[in-house]
């Protein structure tokens, strides 16, 4: 009902292009189905007439050039990665986001984490980030497709604001998004 609502309103003022990578060793090697990808296009479909898909292993360089094609060459408004966020030796799509971000937007990350620690004591685990490249917002959530839904509930209310302003429009700066 929450993602409903917050769809209809964003649905009739922007269509945005989004970006889906997943990072993970063992979908890229098939010794798994990506669950997570297909979570967030399912989340955002009716925000968008189009999503690029990109799958990745915890290789740094290869999660940099993903999230740049599809900020600079594909021209996504908003890129989520899935996976790869937490404590484990090649969880490295924090480091990967960090390097090729401009702008670091902190705010959504904590914000995520905060309506997770609600769930689950784990949330305070993720090592997740946010930030800005060129027009495109980036934003890291979580590998499992519950945790995705869960996260994008989270950030939904302010995605068109936020694509708004990166995009130069801050005629409504200061107004009550989500509200």
């Known amino acids: 009902m929450f993602f409903r609502k917050y769809c209809d309103i964003i649905k009739a003022v922007i269509n945005m292009k989004f970006g889906i990578i997943c990072v993970s060793d063992r ?5 798994k189905e990506d669950m997570s990808g297909p979570a967030i296009a399912e989340c955002v479909k009716e925000l968008s ?3 690029e898909y990109r799958l990745v292993p915890d290789e740094k360089e290869m999660i940099e050039n993903a999230i ?3 900020a600079d060459k594909s021209g996504a408004d908003v890129v989520f990665t899935t996976g790869g ?7 490295i ?10 702008k670091e937007v902190p705010g959504i ?16 685990l993720s090592r997740a ?22 996260s994008i509930e989270v950030v939904l209310p302010v995605l068109e604001h936020a694509v708004e302003t990166i ?13």
Do not use: W
Not at 27 to 31: A, L, P, T, Y
Not at 93 to 102: F, G, L, S, W, Y
Not at 167 to 179: I, L
């Open 129 to 150: 980030v946010s930030g800005i490249r060129g027009k495109t917002l980036i934003i890291n959530l979580p590998g499992s497709p519950k945790a995705v839904r869960e």
């Open 93 to 102: 799509t924090p480091e990967a986001t960090k390097a090729v971000i401009e």
């Open 49 to 51: 007439t189009e999503n």
């Open 85 to 91: 966020t937490g404590f484990a030796p090649r969880d």
């Open 167 to 179: 995009s130069g429009n801050t005629q409504n700066c200061g107004g009550n998004y989500g509200k």
């Open 109 to 124: 990350s904590e914000a995520i984490r905060a309506k997770s620690l609600e769930i689950t004591d784990r949330a305070m």
């Open 27 to 31: 979908c890229f090697n098939g010794e």
């Open 68 to 70: 740049t094609e599809l």
